[in-house]
């Protein structure tokens, strides 16, 4: 078999094919898009991250007292803060993605704030002092949803609307 080398442009691709990136290609990237990062996403961005941060918190919380003072179930302490902790990489991630103009960053921090919904609600359910803190992760989670819908979020990650129009 015999390949005809006539039919080859430039850099051994077919003629009409070419190894430099087309112009409509790099319009198309928003990291590369020109002009400052959006405030609204800058604040979804630092909302994710505050509340990855709270998580990472409240999980190593649960493992010093789970490991050095006296839990009803030690096990149980030291499970729950490595899940927390494990669950932060999601907002974390979610917010380094917003923050660099990742299209796939929203999924995961819509995704953060909808399960921060019912924890706000069952903080708000309780008798004592975690009725504030429900009040503020509500809070936090409705503004970070609001704010990562926003059409100029939206733009500035180069995701497309309905129908794969560009918006």
Known sequence: ??????????????????????????????????????????????????????????????????????PDDRTQAVTGGVTLIVLALLPLLAARGLLARRGWSRGPAVI???MALPVAYNLLQADSVAIPAGIVLAAAAVAALVLIVNPETTRALGIRGPGGARK
């Open 1 to 70: 078999m015999s390949l005809d080398t006539g039919a080859l442009g430039r850099a051994g691709y077919p003629s009409g094919v070419s190894s430099e990136p087309s112009p409509s290609t790099d319009a198309a990237d928003p990291a590369d898009a020109a002009g400052p990062r959006p405030v609204r996403l800058t604040a979804a961005a630092a909302l994710a991250g505050l509340e990855g941060l709270a998580l990472v918190a409240g999980g190593l919380w649960m493992l010093v007292r789970g490991l050095t003072g006296h």
């Open 112 to 114: 953060t704030q909808i």
